[in-house]
């Protein structure tokens, strides 16, 4: 109880707080190191995985495996090349900034610098880049200490030298390497991969008379062609910063409905049921009465959610909104002119032809969304008015390719008019990034073919998962390489099921 209450008081005065966060103690001035030195460097060896000092959290905690596979690993930093462990990056690009070490992790991590045994008021984000894609984040807050974030958890960091030559981590490279030569050297032993799906299903509530949803995450793996399906009532969202348990959360005040949505990071002490009740609470306590406005998820990325927002008492209006996943409490919707380049003028010239269909017709460069067509996600923009007194809407298609930072993976290794051809019911599909599958989404299931250079190997599927009526595909997150094992093990322990049919 004692708990529940530190985290009531924190949780409105970071709200209260998010709106000056930009001129906080953050220096979001990101430095470029230069050609001669690095912001580390030496080699380093992973000591500890951190765990929470709180007694509380350590009992709620899972121990440690004895054999944790990155405890005693060796890091190579220099600056043509930089080993983690069995990963390495060549021709890395450094960024780094230096940050109030409280305000950063909680807003970030939703964890506090104890947690993590760091006293230290400030410290220095150290990002690596991989060809331009998050590669691992480092955080120093000692000359001799530092912290790394690999795969939901914060590993501390002992250095053993000052200094590493360039032969040393060609030889760590070449191990790697020569390991990778000879896994390609035989048959299928590379092939895994896996989806995260998200599902949003319309429901209907019956006792309020309102429209609903629900969601969920279907997760497909396929090693070696053998096909692992599970099923969580959930939307479990892969991040960068590890996994977030994302939904919506009705709250009925009296005779209104509100939906907000909450987005909670999964190696944070805050549930996400915790987390809505807490969001709920103030909601009641520090607002009044509110209109019923309603929002189901139409897309879900790495660092954004694209919603459709429904004014239930202004006759049902209905706007698209896309948020920062990082910045969700605020719920502010962004530009397109802050996703894409010229977004302003891409927004005016898609709804040239529709401008004129209706009264009072709003033209908001906010009233965007992701929604999928044949086979990729692509942007769209609404336009809403009036006719004969009732509220519409138009889309229209935008003539951008959604940015990287919205959907990492978006490929299909066999082309849609093909496929529609060789599948008349198809109305989706997705592909592996290595090639290994697809997924043919009908409206009734999804049936999943072995795929190879391009070819379709197979006439009857490997596998088919049914879908619910009328469901919509709101997300498609791809691993590949070590990540489907990891992946697999996440949604498991978040309590997904094996799909049995």
């Given at each position: ?9 924190l949780?409105?005065?970071l ?8 001129d906080?103690?953050?220096q979001d ?6 050609n001669k030195?690095i912001?580390i ?15 509380i959290l ?15 690993r060796?890091?190579?930093f ?5 080993v ?10 450094f960024?780094?900034?230096n ?6 992790l909680?807003y970030?991590?939703?964890i506090?610098?104890?947690?993590l045994?760091?006293?230290?008021e400030?410290?220095?984000i150290?990002?690596v880049?991989k ?9 120093k807050y000692?000359?001799?200490?530092l912290?790394?974030?690999i ?7 002992r250095?053993?030298v000052?200094?590493v030559?360039?032969e040393?981590?060609n ?16 048959e ?7 989806v995260l ?5 319309p429901i ?8 609903d949803w629900q ?11 053998n096909?692992s399906?599970y099923?969580?009532d959930?939307?479990?969202?892969p991040?960068?910063?590890?996994f977030?348990l994302?939904g919506v ?8 409905a509100?939906d ?7 190696f ?7 987390s ?6 103030n909601?009641?306590a ?8 309603l929002k189901?998820i ?9 919603v459709?927002?429904i004014?239930?008492?202004?006759k ?9 996943l990082?910045n969700?409490e605020?719920?502010?919707p ?10 302003d003028?891409?927004f ?15 033209l ?15 942007l769209?923009g609404?336009?809403?008015?009036r006719?004969n007194?009732?509220e519409l809407?138009?889309?229209?298609n935008?003539r ?8 990492s993976?978006d490929?299909?290794?066999i ?10 019911r198809?109305?989706d599909?997705?592909?592996?990034p290595?090639g290994?599958f697809l ?16 070819e379709?190997?197979?006439?009857e ?5 049914s879908l ?5 595909i709101?997300?498609?997150?791809w691993s ?11 949604i ?6 094996m799909?049995?049919?």
């Open positions: 109880m004692k708990r529940s209450i530190i985290i009531l008081i949780i409105p005065l709200l209260l707080s998010a709106c000056s966060f930009g906080s103690n953050i001035k990101i430095i470029a190191p230069s030195t912001p460097q030496g080699k380093w060896v992973i000591v500890e995985k951190l765990q929470s000092s709180d007694p350590m009992a709620e905690t899972a121990p440690v495996e004895e054999l944790d596979p990155y405890i005693g060796e890091v190579l220099n600056k043509a090349a930089i983690v462990a069995d990963d390495y990056a060549e021709n890395p690009t960024k780094y900034k940050v109030d070490a409280q305000e950063y909680i970030k991590y939703k506090s610098p104890r947690q045994n760091i006293d230290s400030n410290m220095q150290i990002t880049l060809n331009n894609q998050l590669f691992y984040e480092f955080f000692d000359e001799d200490k912290l790394i974030f795969d939901d958890s914060f590993y501390s960091m250095k053993l000052d200094q030559s360039l040393e981590v030889r760590y490279i070449k191990i790697e390497s020569n390991m990778f030569s000879t896994f390609d050297t035989i299928l032993v590379d092939l895994d991969s896996g799906l998200g599902i949003r299903t209907y509530d019956e006792e309020r008379d309102l429209p969601y969920k995450t279907i997760w497909i793996r396929s090693e070696n062609r096909i399906k099923q969580l959930k939307l479990l969202v991040r960068k910063s590890g977030w994302v959360d009705r709250i009925i005040e009296g005779s209104s509100t907000k949505i909450v987005a909670i990071p999964q944070s002490e805050i549930r996400i049921m915790e809505a009740e807490i969001i709920t609470d909601l009641r520090f607002s009044m009465p509110k209109p019923t406005i189901n139409q897309f879900v990325g790495n660092d954004y959610i694209s459709e927002r004014e239930v008492d202004q049902n209006r209905k706007t698209l909104q896309i948020y920062a990082d969700i605020d719920e502010r962004i530009k397109l002119s802050d996703l894409v380049q010229d977004g003028f891409l005016k010239e898609g709804s040239e032809n529709i401008q004129a269909i209706g009264e009072n017709v709003v908001n460069e906010t009233n965007v969304g992701l929604v999928r067509m044949n086979g990729y996600w692509t769209k609404r336009i809403n008015y006719q007194e009732e809407f138009k889309d229209f935008i951008a390719i959604p940015p990287k930072t919205m959907v993976y490929e299909l290794g082309p849609w008019d093909f496929i529609k051809a060789r599948f008349p198809a109305i599909a997705f592909s592996s290595n290994e997924i043919v989404v009908v409206s009734d299931e999804l049936l999943i073919y072995p795929t190879e250079s391009g379709i190997l197979s006439t599927p490997l596998d088919r998962i619910p009526k009328n469901s919509s709101i997300m498609s997150e590949v390489g070590r990540y489907p094992a990891i992946w697999q093990e996440e498991i322990k978040q309590g997904a099921v799909i049995e049919e």
